[in-house]
């Protein structure tokens, strides 16, 4: 089973700055096969990238995601108030099994 | 518009069994691989399982601490997904969402289990 390592766990930042997050896999993820989600407070998860690089529809250009192997990274450019949420990134590749990383929380300093 | 909506949450005892059903529409239903995902109280997701399209051949496949308990099933005609959990303990309780894809690209809101005495 390949284990997902976010860091950090919380992430504290003001809106209009740049927020990195970081997912390092345990073994390499198959194919880049590598989800980010964004889950705000009391509602379902929300597919962000796909394919460690590929945005969603819908999903704004600010939201980029990089990487491949066993590390990828989630940036966001400029922080607007509405993107404070948790993130967690999931990969795809091992099927059957799925998995998740444990979240980092993205909070207002 | 995809939809996914989720039904059957409740309380149940250790032990005691539950059917969560999830209705979809705005999308073919039948083509769509189907995922049920979990999130107990203030942590993180975990996978549950998964059941693929019918073209594709409907295997299902499930997490380790589910299998043998968990059951998912598909009823395309209805645009249903459902899980039978059997046997169930108190660290199944969990808010339930079903999602659709191979990653999970449309996710219901879910509806919660609570097993308790």
């Known amino acids: 089973e390949i284990v997902l390592t976010q860091s950090p766990g919380t992430l504290s930042l003001s809106p209009g700055a740049r927020a990195t997050l970081s997912c390092r896999a345990s073994?390499?993820?198959?194919?880049?096969?590598l989800a980010w989600y964004q889950q705000k407070p009391g509602q379902a998860p929300r597919l962000l990238i796909y394919?460690?690089?590929s945005r969603a529809t819908g999903i704004p250009d600010r939201f980029s995601g990089s990487g491949s192997g066993t590390d990828f990274t989630l940036t966001i450019s400029r922080l607007e108030p509405e993107d404070f949420a948790v993130y967690y990134c999931q990969q795809y590749g091992s099927s059957p099994m799925y998995t998740f990383g444990q979240g980092t929380k993205l909070e207002i300093k | 518009e995809v939809q996914l909506v989720e039904s059957g949450g409740g309380l149940v005892k250790p032990g005691g069994s539950l059917r969560l059903s999830c209705a979809g529409s705005?999308?073919?239903?039948?083509?769509?691989?189907m995922n049920w995902v979990r999130q107990a109280p203030g942590k993180g997701l975990e996978w549950v399982g998964r059941i693929k399209s019918k073209p594709d051949g409907g295997a299902t496949d499930y997490a380790a601490p589910v299998k043998g308990r968990f059951t998912i099933s598909r009823d395309d005609s209805k645009n249903k997904v459902y899980v039978q959990m059997n046997s169930l303990k108190t660290e199944d309780t969990a808010v339930y969402y079903c999602?659709?894809?191979?990653?999970?690209?449309?996710w219901g809101r879910g509806t919660l289990v609570t097993v308790s005495s």
């Open positions: 394919g460690a690089s």
């Open positions: 073994q390499s993820v198959s194919n880049n096969y």
């Open positions: 999602a659709t894809g191979w990653y999970l690209d449309f």
């Open positions: 705005g999308f073919t239903f039948s083509n769509a691989w």
